[in-house]
């Protein structure tokens, strides 16, 4: 069973931001991820809120699992399933990647040692081995795991020593992975480092250096701003090749998604669409260059959907839309659904907000191939910049 | 009066009084015996419309009470009703609103006038007359709509029931004069009159005489013993005029439903398929599954086998294990296989019906159902046996 897996860069400016596209061959079958784009999030193995049938209308790619979901059980049930995750989780026609911990809620664990690595369950703090976490993605057989790392996220103010030991543990558990993963996985490193130059230096170029698939790059815990923690990253970034792709946590809303993407991230976590959707917030930022300049639009990016305003509001949520919930229902239904705390609504408010998110990655990597991505970021952040901080965004608190 | 509905037998079983017909509704036909799933705020359980098409559902049940307060009567009227509203293209069914509030409100009283209660949202005195009820089913605009009743618990006895059960054939009149859309929306009369057979029959003969284009049997599935129940039910099949679909309220488990049907009920509803699944139990024709007990984490098979629904096509038990109570695609995943469950049990009483083997239908669902004869609940037994259907006998000699 010959599987491969391959990054082809299409369009690759002399700026940094690059248009790819990851081919997988597994089983005589075919999948195709473009970049930029993101990981859908999933928790427990579903995508929050969508059945099979109601992920199935939305374009999305590829999918991240992050393990720790499972690890209240060990051996996790799901693992003992024969025929792997990608018919477990009916996620067959999925590019599946799996991770430790997870992406869009990074909660504290306990300290690591060299062997064990703490990590977030539903029973609390649970450890695993770095060789047991072999052993499980073996069993689930993804298409593509994310070596442990080491992480000093929830670490203040790190020392030297505690850095170095981070990048040596992570790259001592990559070698490990490297070794005993199964063929037909790809193995993704994870770059370290945390605010150190030389060492996130060294951890990226050491890790370049070993035979991975690309890259992950960690922002979670590194600053306070998407600013800050993309300067962090960028000396990582600088010693990568660019002919392996390059993932991304802690990016999340749409301005600094297009900051990432312009310092040459290709793919985020995509947990961004799952957290409004829980807030109750749809997404609605504008993709057209063209719509930058009639102003019909609201110059929001979110729509709070709990507000009274809506109550008889017979609109879709974004008129141009082509997503299920737009095609089918009204803001003032979606109100409703909220007010009275139905299912249904975070049901229509995930398949709008994961779509829309589908169709601004979709719209980027137009923007990137028709060389008119630098003007579409500038609109794009003048428009919004100014609110993306503030309460429109995190309006529930 | 008016009727928006045609009604059309099309088998009838040669030894029960159960029956296949076509009803057709303002948004199309429904097949018969059928099961209402409950969606009280205009929407059901997190199902979308597309879901509740491809698992063919016909028709659906909204609860006017909640309806009136969320989103509200001006709302509705704005968007034109809550088909539009929850842009449902296929048959709604109403309730009066009576029955929520006397259940919901503790601090209801019933009055001459109507209902009488403490509004929820800032505590004023508030009545909804049989008058204010039509308005508002008129405003929601379903299909089908229910009069207000007079609605005592199936356990009350003594005056306050003939009462209850008078008071109701008078606010049908009012109901039926308030009724402002019979051309688009069939209102239904509800037979009352307790346990008490002579006041049944007094209803029926009287509510017979306003000829509403269907009749409901309500005042039952209150707590009360299940050998009166099914008498109860029986009678009115026997005295209902055998031209108008015949609707029993808040009837659902597998064996009730059966029996209802073979008893010549038409319509039925209940909150219990879709209710129960959020608290992982799924339903089987071999009993109830509560998949959120461990010993699933490692069962790799579908709920049912035989079940052709998106679940059980796709997932297995272990799967929903996981999600079952903690996600809400655990909830979703169940619900769908429930109401698939609930509609392919009405398929295959219709299926029986029509290639008229009802009869052992009944004998094999019994036999799937229950572990034994001996475990048969005896009410069942002595009913089906009003139609000539010996369980005891006929299940030990195929
Ligand atoms: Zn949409
Ligand atoms: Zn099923």
């Not at chain 1, 203040?156 to 040596?168: A, E, W």
């Not at chain 2, 909804?128 to 007079?150: C, F, V």
Request: charged fraction near 25%; include cysteine; proline fraction near 4%.
């Amino acid at each position: 069973m010959a599987s491969t897996f391959s990054f082809e860069l299409i369009v690759k400016p002399d700026r940094c931001f690059r248009l790819g596209r990851i081919i997988c061959w597994r089983n005589k079958e075919r999948k195709v991820m473009s970049t930029p784009n993101f990981l859908a999030y999933t928790v427990r193995g579903s995508v929050p809120h969508l059945t099979p049938d109601n992920l199935r209308e939305i374009p999305v790619e590829a999918l991240e699992i992050p393990l720790e979901n499972f690890l209240d059980i060990q051996p996790p049930p799901s693992s003992l399933y024969p025929h792997g995750a990608h018919k477990f989780f009916n996620f067959e026609d999925f590019m599946l990647f799996f991770d430790i911990r997870d992406p869009g809620e990074f909660k504290k664990a306990s300290f690591n040692t060299d062997k064990i690595v703490s990590v977030s369950t539903l029973q609390g703090v649970c450890k695993i081995t770095s060789d047991t976490y072999v052993k499980y993605i073996n069993s689930y057989n993804p298409d593509a795991v994310i070596s442990l790392a080491d992480m000093t996220t929830f670490e203040k103010t790190p020392g030297l020593k505690r850095i170095k030991k981070s990048v040596n543990r992570t790259l001592d558990w990559l070698d490990y992975a490297l070794a005993n993963i199964k063929e037909g996985i790809q193995v993704f490193g994870a770059v370290v480092g945390h605010n150190n130059h030389e060492e996130r230096i060294r951890s990226a170029q050491e890790t370049a250096n070993k035979n991975v698939a690309g890259f992950l790059l960690n922002g979670h815990g590194l600053g306070a701003t998407s600013r800050e923690r993309l300067d962090l990253l960028k000396i990582s970034i600088n010693n990568l090749p660019n002919d392996k792709p390059r993932i991304a946590y802690g990016f999340e809303n749409p301005v600094d998604i297009l900051r990432g993407i312009f310092e040459g991230i290709d793919i985020f976590d995509g947990s961004y669409p799952s957290k409004k959707t829980e807030e109750g917030n749809a997404l609605i930022f504008t993709l057209e260059n063209e719509e930058f300049i009639s102003d019909d639009t609201e110059k929001s990016l979110l729509l709070y959907l709990h507000d009274e305003k809506y109550k008889t509001d017979f609109r879709p949520l974004l008129s141009s839309c082509k997503c299920y919930a737009c095609r089918n229902h009204t803001r003032a239904y979606i109100h409703h659904l909220l007010r009275t705390r139905e299912m249904l609504a975070t049901v229509l408010l995930m398949s709008h907000n994961l779509y829309h998110y589908t169709q601004f990655f979709k719209k980027i990597r137009e923007h990137i191939e028709k060389n008119r991505f630098i003007t579409f970021v500038d609109q794009f952040c003048q428009r919004y910049d100014d609110t993306c901080e503030s309460k429109t965004i995190y309006q529930i608190q | 009066m008016k009727s928006a509905l045609t009604w059309e037998i099309v088998a009838q079983c040669s030894r029960t009084k159960a029956r296949v017909a076509k009803l057709k509704l303002p948004h199309g036909v429904v097949d018969t015996p059928v099961f209402m799933p409950v969606g009280t705020q205009g929407t059901l359980k997190g199902l979308t419309v597309k879901q509740l098409e491809d698992l063919d559902c016909q028709i659906m049940l909204n609860n006017t009470y909640h309806l009136g307060l969320r989103p509200g009567k001006e709302v509705l009227e704005e968007i034109g009703g809550a088909h539009e509203f929850q842009n449902w293209k296929r048959n709604l069914l109403t309730d009066s609103g009576g029955f929520q509030m006397v259940s919901l409100l503790k601090l209801a009283c019933i009055t001459e006038g109507g209902v009488e209660f403490q509004s929820p949202h800032d505590g004023s005195k508030m009545l909804l007359t049989p008058e204010h009820s039509i308005s508002l089913q008129n405003s929601i605009g379903a299909d089908i709509i229910m009069q207000l009743d007079d609605v005592v618990s199936s356990l009350t006895t003594g005056p306050r029931v003939e009462e209850a059960m008078l008071r109701s054939i008078r606010w049908l009149d009012r109901c039926i004069i308030a009724h402002k859309k019979p051309e688009s929306q069939n209102l239904f009369a509800i037979i009352q009159g307790g346990l008490d057979v002579n006041l049944r029959r007094r209803c029926i003969e009287e509510m017979k005489k306003r000829e509403t284009p269907g009749y409901a049997i309500g005042g039952l599935s209150g707590g009360e013993e299940k050998d009166i129940f099914w008498r109860i039910v029986t009678l009115c099949t026997d005295l209902l005029p055998k031209t108008k679909p015949i609707y029993c309220m808040g009837v659902g488990y597998t064996e009730d439903l059966i029996v209802c049907s073979a008893l010549g009920v038409d319509m039925y509803d209940c909150v219990f398929p879709t209710r129960t699944a959020r608290f992982g139990n799924a339903l089987t024709s071999k009993g109830t599954l509560n998949l959120k007990t461990s010993k699933f984490s490692q069962d790799f098979r579908p709920i049912e086998e035989d079940c052709d629904c998106l679940t059980c096509k796709t997932f297995t038990r272990a799967y929903i294990h996981i999600h079952s109570t903690r996600e809400t695609v655990g909830c979703h995943l169940i619900t769908i296989h429930n109401v698939s469950y609930q509609l392919r049990l009405m398929r295959n009483i219709r299926q029986a019906i029509i290639e008229n083997r009802f009869p052992s239908f009944i004998i094999q669902s019994f036999k799937d159902l229950f572990d034994s004869v001996d475990k048969y609940p005896k009410w069942a037994v002595n009913a089906l046996n009003s139609v000539n259907i010996n369980l005891t006998s006929e299940s030990k000699n195929p």
